[in-house]
T-cell receptor
């Protein structure tokens, strides 16, 4: 399976600031996703990162708050903008090698974000 | 809309005992089903997956799961639990029909008593 590196692994930020999380894969993948896991909760899909075009956001998530880039088939970034304590969560990147094939999504180790 | 229900929030078993974690799903087409495990401070690790074919699937670490279409279930089992199995377990459903987006259950926290 693909090796997925997320940076930073954790951070503590001041409210009102922004943080960009990076997701790097060791091989080309068709699909990349960003999930949020709030404390004690399950995972919720934020958006699908589309290579060369705007990300596809799920209900309740907007581009102004969570801008996403995907410049190529191995890299994506998620920015958490104008952070508030409610944004304290684990943010996870996942990848899918080929769309429509019998392969599972694989996840990075996540970025643990705390907002003061 | 796709959804997953894991009715057990916490389960405690003794080491060496058998384990079954329940998962029920709702999905409009043939589902792809997954079990992931998350240890404290870690990301998600895939335990096993079901796409089609044999309804009993084997995974890593001695886990298996059985897909029952009539019951919309995909329960995870292990015949003998080890202390290192203590973690949170997530069931997920998705597939090409839904843009490959995964919907996760709320998770089951497993505690293993020595």
């Amino acid at each position: 399976s693909a090796v997925i590196s997320q940076k930073p692994s954790r951070d503590i930020c001041q409210r009102g600031t922004s943080l960009t999380i990076q997701c790097q894969v060791d091989s080309q993948v068709t699909m990349m996703f960003w999930y949020r896991q709030q404390p004690g909760q399950s995972l919720t899909l934020i958006a699908t990162a589309n290579q060369g075009s705007e990300a596809t956001y799920e209900s309740g998530f907007v581009i102004d708050k969570f801008p996403i880039s995907r410049p190529n088939l191995t890299f994506s970034t998620l920015t958490v903008s104008n952070m508030s304590p409610e944004d304290s969560s684990i943010y996870l990147c996942s990848v899918l090698k080929d769309r429509g094939s019998n392969q599972p999504q694989h996840f990075g180790d996540g970025t643990r974000l705390s907002i003061l | 809309a796709q959804s997953v229900t894991q009715p057990d929030i916490h389960i405690t078993v003794s080491e060496g005992a058998s384990l079954e974690l329940r998962c029920n799903y709702s999905y409009g087409a043939t589902p792809y089903l997954f079990w992931y495990v998350q240890s404290p401070g870690q990301g998600l690790q895939l335990l096993l997956k079901y796409f089609s074919g044999d309804t009993l699937v084997q995974g890593i670490k001695g886990f298996e799961a059985e897909f029952k279409r009539s019951q919309s279930s995909f329960n995870l089992r292990k015949p003998s639990v080890h202390w290192s199995d203590a973690a949170e377990y997530f069931c997920a459903v998705g597939g090409p029909g839904g843009g490959n987006k995964l919907t996760f259950g709320t998770g089951t926290q497993l505690k293993v008593e020595l």
